[in-house]
């Protein structure tokens, strides 16, 4: 952190907000120039907010420079975060593909969508037991009977599951049934969850919330992490901006800062971010492109008729081309 | 809804379109075109999903007509909600202000911000018990020892308590000392929270989140009231925009717009939305002017030692200052 | 401007960065930490581009102090700019209202509604001639035509007139009709248009662009002031966010940070930032409240048979209401 | 154009709107339902304004659904537009590349990076003489003398020329030495400039505003395009959202989108989307995958002393290697 004295600050008011940084346990240099004073922290200033420095009549800015992340952090880890789910493993270097419907809607569906899923060669089977949803009278999704259909599927075809937990109450249940809990955009920010999830022994799947800048996201793999559970896949599924032709805005080049920033992988969610399924092939080639470490895509046996997101899911037959066109893709990187 | 068929879509595709709507419980009214056929839906569209009705190779768009809320909606309910809390009227054109820290730090602390509100004219306190930070590391609050020396300030003072509560597994604790449950902004999409404060018996103070339009706001307050809870007062905190000079743009036209479209009452946090304690002052008397219900205004007695927001916080001299001027303000109007 | 080195820079390297800023004829103040040089960078920075002093292997961050502008700047003038009219003066406390139709369709219209503005209480009489329209197929405003028939009105009403200037080939035939000069919002950023106007007599009304930030803003007033035109009214008309329920967002909290940041007057657009004539006098009072030097307001003799912006308009008869309302608030604060 | 009436609109009123929209030359299809009436409008609606229909008392909705752009649209002109210059070209699944300088500096400066550029394969050489600078004190670019080294450059190496033009008065000099006449982002709704340039025999690269939806850039080539010129190269460079790690936000689904609603070639510009030379390659290869027609890339010879834009700048050696692996790329897809 750099502290910018105003002009006006004297000695007195200088002294004063030194003082005040030193009893956080940092130490401070400081640089007298013609016009203001600087000030220099040295030390760990990751837990200290800028409020503990404010001074209104003598401060004029403070500027971070540390990251505000340690464990998330690729400097003081850097090599690549790689998860074990089941012998698959996510990370350096393989492309993971998580499929599967919006919602779980009944066990023949769930078995059948899962079926041809793996037969494509995904990787997880994704699908929504607990349905965040915009309105209290749409389809809230089949709660614990959906896991336990979900758990069928995964029996038959071996497929591991992630599927999302909405509540700090439900994720004993849903650790059970799931191999990896999701974290949706909107609880991306629900620090209670993030820190309940932060204690299980699952790897945790966190969405990018539709408004959270990449430290934000950053961040929130930190409250995960900061409880003991290192092992965190982040997801970018659009964010939100003035355009509304596509549901969200994919932004692909939150994969390369990632991968700058932090060594957690990092995969994408096409099929919200556009909203439309004629979109997914393109945007899950470019994801691929841009060094992704997987994709998670929504299929649907029967889109027409699905409860929720048909508009944005793909018929089996489309996944199987999408799949011979990635992993060549993928191999050709 | 109106269903706009393609160009190409022939009879027997019409028809089917038409059955699956008839088949959700409503009736169509079909109208052929020279070039396109548009089909009416005519009914209660506010459970119907586009999923429903989505057909990829005949439906050209899907246009929504009906707002898809119910109990918050005016048209459904015209006369304006009043909450009353311990002899205080929350709407009906009175001005609720609610004031206090950001944290809770001590009890010393928070009885004497409560009483400098309270003489000032506050109506309700604030301050936070559990507080949600965007660093595991930063300070989060003191939590049930917070809730206890807030009531200690409430009792002396008189004033009802807002606090927010993060987690469903926080309700039944926050609702023992508090006399409004407050949903943070990261948490207005938090559902199965939703759900649990719309079980309550305690009004709920719903603040928007950072990039939720003015129709997922009363989506949110739907949650609420469809459980059961009519008592909610909505509260807009600032957006997330481009601009950085604030912390995030307040959007005082959803004032107007909640007018129209809601009966509830809607109060402004012009802290949070500003981030600036010079820009306080200004933007509650715009927030007046506009005809907002109330204010929500962060005041420390020290704030170049508060724990957080410090630089959002209004000395309680300054409080006093404002008060005045918004009360003559609001006589005024 | 303060320069963080990387922690691994050697002497050399930093000795090669202070020689470059020196070189720009800037003093240098080199800070040795324990784990990074700062170089605080001493005089006038104004015109220092980040790219001069960015070295890929050495350089961490560079983080702007000073503000970019100078004559905009209130720092380097502190008394309000005043800006005179045919006797009447834009800032120093008075309310300017500058109103009248989106588009000037004939010489009828224009002097009617001059006359009822004038009657009113209106300062300004506004209209288009020469017309942005999103479309070529739209209605693109009578051009010389509008400038006469306006001018007639301003005869007849005594009000100066303000009208858009859209292309630096249009600036002297504009000027000779109009008493202020008004950029529009798409043309914030045409420098080219921003520098003619610059070099002219008659004041500029300059737009803020719909992503423009604050300093953008300012920005873009330096480019007209830096070519010997000090009377530039700054004008907020809502900028494009995610919400869709108003046009645009109208950002108030603009007028404190002018008001802050430079010494020139601001006035507010409630028209275009809201798209509705119903939000029109609510965000007008507000705008008042939080300190804006005026309003410019679109009003119509017959909304409904307007070539442009009728569900925006105002009746003549509504905007004589919202003067009385305006006028008496104005008084109070 | 499906207009919604009000419930409460009776025979009388929804007759007076019908005569309205017969008047513009369209013929209306009305269906009463039980609860409102729909007036269906059939005719070519691209130049009505909604102001025409508006009618506050008895109109609720009125939605478009016919694209606005006719010259534009792939409805109507269902082959991919290629577009030749110098005997390359531009569409039809090749991939162009333009590459150079911010901008020109001097004679060798250009020259250098051009033999270099198109040793490693790009097609175009692209360098700013007119400049768009946010502060006046930057530097503004050569002009003519720019132009004039730009053209030596081209006849040194046989490579065509894009360059910016930013006012109506430069037009005519700019065509004189370039190839491809650019429209900066902060220009594409200066609708003056665009007529003009639709009036040039020279094709356009036209660049999306920083907060411009798909439609408003497809609605300014059609300006373009009105006038006659029918050679518009489309180009996303980023738009402008909360997040400020990157520069901009660099949208891809744009190209998903243009090849879906137009037949015009779309390129991508990655420097100035991200604004960081080291995510130049990576997104370079993702707009490959994604389908672009080609890419805009900065290169400098000397990025530490260009006079603009030297972070997001590539030194020729990293140019040539992503030439190599993008090639390799397009050659697999």
New interface residues.
């Given amino acids: 952190m ?1 502290v ?1 004295m105003k002009s006006k600050a004297n000695d007195e008011a200088i002294e004063k907000v030194v003082s005040r940084i030193e009893g956080l346990g940092l ?1 401070v ?1 400081v ?1 007298k ?4 004073t ?1 000030l ?1 922290l ?1 030390g760990d200033t ?2 200290v ?4 420095i ?3 009549d003598n401060v ?2 403070i ?1 971070k ?1 540390q990251e ?2 340690k464990l998330a952090n690729r400097d003081f880890h850097p090599e690549d975060t790689l998860i074990e789910i089941k012998g698959h493993t996510i990370g350096g270097g393989n492309l993971t593909v998580m499929a599967g419907p919006c919602s779980i809607e009944s066990e023949e569906q769930i078995i059948e969508v899962a079926k041809r899923v793996k037969e494509a060669g995904a990787n997880v089977l994704r699908g929504g037991a607990f349905k ?8 809230q999704g089949l709660g614990l009977d959906g896991l336990k259909m979900m758990k069928k599927a995964s029996e038959v075809t071996g497929l591991p599951i992630v599927t999302e937990v ?5 994720v004993e249940i849903v650790e059970e049934y799931a191999d990896i809990l999701q974290i949706g955009a ?2 991306m ?5 993030l ?1 309940k999830v932060g204690r299980s022994n699952k790897p945790v799947l966190l969405k990018r919330g ?2 959270a ?4 996201l950053l ?1 929130s793999a ?2 995960i992490m ?1 409880e003991g559970n290192k092992n965190v896949i982040l997801c970018e599924r659009g ?8 549901r969200n ?5 939150v ?3 990632i991968k ?1 920033l932090s060594h957690l992988p990092i995969i994408i969610d096409p099929s919200h ?2 909203g439309k399924w ?2 997914v092939e ?2 899950s ?7 992704a470490d997987g994709l998670m895509i929504e299929v649907h046996n029967d ?2 008729n ?6 944005q899911s793909l018929k089996p037959e489309k996944f199987d081309s999408l799949m011979k066109n990635i992993t ?2 993928h191999k ?2």
Same sequence: chains 1, 2, 3, 4.
């Fill in positions: 750099v910018v130490k240099q640089t120039g013609e016009h203001q600087i220099g040295i990751k837990s907010d800028e409020s503990m404010y001074d209104e004029e800015k500027l420079i505000p992340y965040p949803r915009t309105s209290p009278y749409s389809f909405m509540s700090t109450e439900d909107r609880n920010s629900n620090f209670s969850l820190k539709m408004s800048t990449v430290q934000e961040m930190e409250y900061s964010i939100r901006t003035f355009e509304t032709y596509t805005t994919l932004d692909l080049s994969v390369t800062a700058e971010a556009t004629k979109m393109p945007m080639k470019a994801s691929v492109a841009v060094g889109p027409q699905a409860l929720c997101d048909g508009p060549k893709l050709a990187m």
